[in-house]
Each structure stands twice: as structure tokens, then as C-alpha cells.
Nanobody
Framework: QVQLVESGGGLVQAGGSLRLSCVASGRTLGMGWFRQAQGKAREFVAG????????DYASSVKGRFTISRDNAKNTVYLQMDSLNVEDTAVYYC?????????????????WGQGTQVTVSS
């Protein structure tokens, strides 16, 4: 079973940027980023197909976040720009059951441990 390790979270002021990384122990199919704010349900943020040719974003982050992958490094990235306080959450990467970029929690089978992103005003 593939293991995923996220990194890159931290404290940033509103308007700032962070880049999250997710390193997989082996080959992955579709990959996604999810986030869970305190007291809230985990929600889809972005997804990318196995080839990187298809990406998908939640409306709340479209135009601000960019998902990408480097399969030679078994790594998926989430570039987060123009961060605001509503982006504060624990961010998780996940490996999908399919080669596509799914949005549903139940379409992923492996999850990282999460990395905290805190945006201050």
C-alpha cells in the first residue's frame, strides 16, 4: 500500500503563498488534495490525473491554487497563492482508486498524515 507524506504547511499572512508537497512511496494513479478546517468536514480542494493532463479545483480555490505532479519524483504539489483566512485547515493528500482526478472522499484509498496551514489576517 502506497504511503504518502505531506510537507510545506505553516503560518502565513493573508495574501501570501505556500507550496505543499506530497511524496509517495510508489506509483500513484489520480491524486487529490483535501482540507479540513476545525469543526468542519473534510472537503475536496484539487485533483490531478495520473498523467497530469487533467486537473480539477474546488470553486473556492480556483484561480488561486495550482496542483501539479512530477511522476519521476513520485511527488504531487499544491501551490497556494493569495491565501486568505478561510484557507486555514489541515491539508491532506490522497491517492485515488482511479487514474482520473475524482472529487469524492470515497474515491481515494490512501491518505497522508496532513499538514497544517494557518493563514493570519
Amino acid at each position: 500500500q502506497v504511503q504518502l507524506v505531506e510537507s510545506g504547511g505553516g503560518l502565513v499572512q493573508a495574501g501570501g503563498s505556500l507550496r505543499l508537497s506530497c511524496v509517495a512511496s510508489g506509483r500513484t494513479l489520480g491524486m487529490g488534495w483535501f482540507r479540513q478546517a476545525q469543526g468542519k468536514a473534510r472537503e475536496f480542494v484539487a485533483g490531478i490525473s495520473f498523467s497530469g493532463g487533467v486537473t480539477d479545483y474546488a470553486s473556492s480555490v480556483k484561480g488561486r491554487f495550482t496542483i501539479s505532479r512530477d511522476n519521476a519524483k513520485n511527488t504531487v504539489y499544491l501551490q497556494m497563492d493569495s491565501l486568505n483566512v478561510e484557507d486555514t485547515a489541515v491539508y491532506y493528500c490522497a491517492a485515488a482508486k482511479w487514474p482520473s482526478a475524482p472529487r469524492g472522499l470515497n474515491e481515494y484509498e490512501n491518505w497522508g498524515q496532513g499538514t497544517q496551514v494557518t493563514v493570519s489576517s
